[in-house]
């Protein structure tokens, strides 16, 4: 079945609305139309959820190359999320406000390396998100560089952060791992077979051919089969 990016969103926006929207038993609905109003206006603002990243993407890029991470965490610099959904452009995450964990998160964030053409921002929102007890936080990836007038990741930013993601990795690796198995974390998830949420149709066709001439010349090793 085609990928089809605008069904992807749909659902993804329905599933996060159920998880981060106070249900009625915690909250009243002037707090609950609050709630579902920010949260449209933060889609409207970084991108549509989605379920997993690219490995090279600036939010998640901050990781151990032998083990890359395609979902933010304390792997990859971040400390003390908890109830948290990703979006295109960012991530909201929602610690009871008790724990004492949402300064760690916004330091944490601060602490980040600086990335080559993005960086990253963390701000407390003054909204209800998952529960009253909580308090969220948006992190937020911005681009020092234009996207697609489609909205998402030409080729010219994907292709070189997956190549100074990849390229070195010829040290080490003992296989050569086809696009099958690459595209999971190339595209970020949903994806279809050469496309996802994060880079169109004709970006990942690009990717997939850069990659098969990759592995093919041998510097990973033998083609996994």
């Given at each position: 079945?085609?990928?089809?990016?605008?069904?992807a969103?749909?659902?993804?926006?329905?599933?996060?609305?159920?998880?981060?929207?106070?249900?009625?038993?915690?909250?009243?609905?002037?707090?609950?139309?609050?709630?579902?109003?920010?949260?449209?206006?933060?889609?409207?603002?970084?991108?549509?959820v989605?379920?997993?990243?690219?490995?090279?993407?600036?939010?998640?890029?901050?990781?151990?190359?032998?083990?890359?991470?395609?979902?933010?965490?304390?792997?990859?610099?971040?400390?003390?999320?908890?109830?948290?959904?990703?979006?295109?452009?960012?991530?909201?995450?929602?610690?009871?406000?008790?724990?004492?964990?949402?300064?760690?998160?916004?330091?944490?964030?601060?602490?980040?390396?600086?990335?080559?053409?993005?960086?990253?921002?963390?701000?407390?929102?003054?909204?209800?998100?998952?529960?009253?007890?909580t308090?969220?936080?948006?992190?937020?990836?911005?681009?020092?560089?234009?996207?697609?007038?489609?909205?998402?990741?030409?080729?010219?930013?994907?292709?070189?952060?997956?190549?100074?993601?990849?390229?070195?990795?010829?040290?080490?690796?003992?296989?050569?791992?086809?696009w099958?198995?690459?595209?999971?974390y190339?595209?970020?998830?949903?994806?279809?077979?050469?496309s996802?949420?994060?880079?169109?149709?004709?970006?990942?066709?690009?990717?997939?051919?850069?990659?098969?001439?990759?592995?093919?010349?041998?510097?990973?090793?033998?083609?996994?089969?």
């Amino acid at each position: 079945m085609a990928f089809r990016a605008d069904e992807a969103a749909r659902a993804g926006y329905e599933k996060v609305e159920s998880y981060l929207v106070p249900r009625p038993q915690y909250a009243d609905e002037s707090i609950r139309a609050r709630s579902k109003e920010a949260l449209m206006d933060i889609v409207e603002e970084i991108g549509p959820v989605v379920e997993s990243y690219p490995t090279w993407h600036p939010l998640v890029c901050n990781h151990d190359r032998h083990h890359p991470e395609i979902a933010p965490s304390d792997r990859c610099g971040y400390l003390g999320l908890d109830h948290t959904r990703f979006f295109f452009n960012g991530f909201i995450t929602c610690p009871y406000t008790a724990s004492g964990q949402v300064e760690r998160i916004i330091e944490s964030v601060k602490a980040l390396p600086r990335h080559p053409i993005a960086y990253i921002t963390a701000e407390k929102l003054d909204v209800k998100l998952y529960h009253p007890d909580t308090t969220a936080v948006l992190v937020k990836c911005n681009w020092d560089v234009p996207l697609g007038t489609d909205g998402m990741i030409p080729l010219s930013v994907a292709m070189p952060l997956i190549l100074e993601q990849e390229v070195p990795c010829w040290r080490w690796s003992q296989v050569g791992e086809t696009w099958e198995t690459m595209r999971y974390y190339f595209l970020g998830s949903p994806h279809g077979a050469r496309s996802s949420l994060f880079v169109n149709q004709e970006t990942g066709q690009a990717i997939k051919k850069i990659w098969n001439s990759l592995i093919y010349t041998g510097m990973f090793g033998p083609i996994k089969v």
